[in-house]
């Protein structure tokens, strides 16, 4: 475990989403070597590093040396994730054909880069209906059963090149899908036949309360039991989809979730997934992180090892 010990057992292995690199850390040993240096084995790549949109060439070349550095460091990368940038677009649920049309373009060079990253999964967020489609009615229904079949095109394709799980994440946000638990249900139930599809259930989405309100709490989405395939794990103040780090105060409390997952799906991966504004110091972005990733480890068991104190 890098230099750590599992003191009181816990079936959910502790990863790191790869955003806290963006712009700062992007060389692949630069990255890697952070990650080693918080005693992590298990990665999310960010699609923010290597946007699969670049020359095919250029793309396959900086993938390959990801991975390459991955397991010259003994890291394992999980799944291959949507960034803050892919984000930022509609996506899936862009209100004209051309945009639906780059999307599909962009998810499929997105898959072709998680082959090359030699990881099996892949995922995000799949995407944000306008303010006119989502207060149409019928517009709002054709927008989500064209999602259901260009999801099930890109499942195809994603199990011709040996992708094995697909991670869709709910966002709080009604123009986008799904949004709520009974929702998440309707679409999986919709995405079958091809690879798994499973939900990454974000922490801080759950406690969103300005839409949740009395019912922003994570029990629910744990309730999916083994429709889940990872959780997101971040600081908030449940008034923004913060992402912050644990050494600022918020609503998560770290010893609750540990005592949620004994009850929850067994062996799901926690992965902490935390922002930092571009300009913030670089000194302190590295320190939040570590201070992070010993604030799980201490309410979740894991102390350092005695050999270390020495």
Known sequence: MNGFEQVIATPNPLGINLSFAVKRWVEPEAWAERVVACGLELVQFSFDLLDPLWPARLRT????????????????????????????????????????EAAMNWWRAAIETAAELETPRIGGPVGGMSVRDNVNPASRKERLDRLVEDLCTLLEYASKL?????????????????????????????????????????????????????????????????RIGMLHLQQTDGQSDSHWGFSTPGIVDLFKIRDLLKDGPEGIPVVLEVFYPFEAADDYVWEDVQASVSAIRRSWGYTKSDSDRE
């Open 162 to 226: 040996g992708i094995r799980e697909w991670l869709i994440e709910p966002t709080p946000l009604p123009r986008e899908t799904p949004v709520s638990p009974e929702e998440s249900v309707r679409l999986l139930e919709h995405l079958t036949g091809f690879i798994p599809v499973k939900l990454c259930i974000d922490v801080g989405h759950a406690l969103y309360r300005p839409l949740y309100q009395e019912h922003a709490r994570l029990e629910p989405w744990l309730a999916l039991g083994n």
């Open 61 to 100: 070349s900086l993938a390959q040396q990801h991975s390459k550095a991955a397991k010259a460091f003994g890291l394992e990368i999980h799944s291959a994730f949507v960034g803050l940038a892919c984000y930022t677009y509609n996506n899936l649920l862009h209100p004209l054909p051309e945009g639906r």
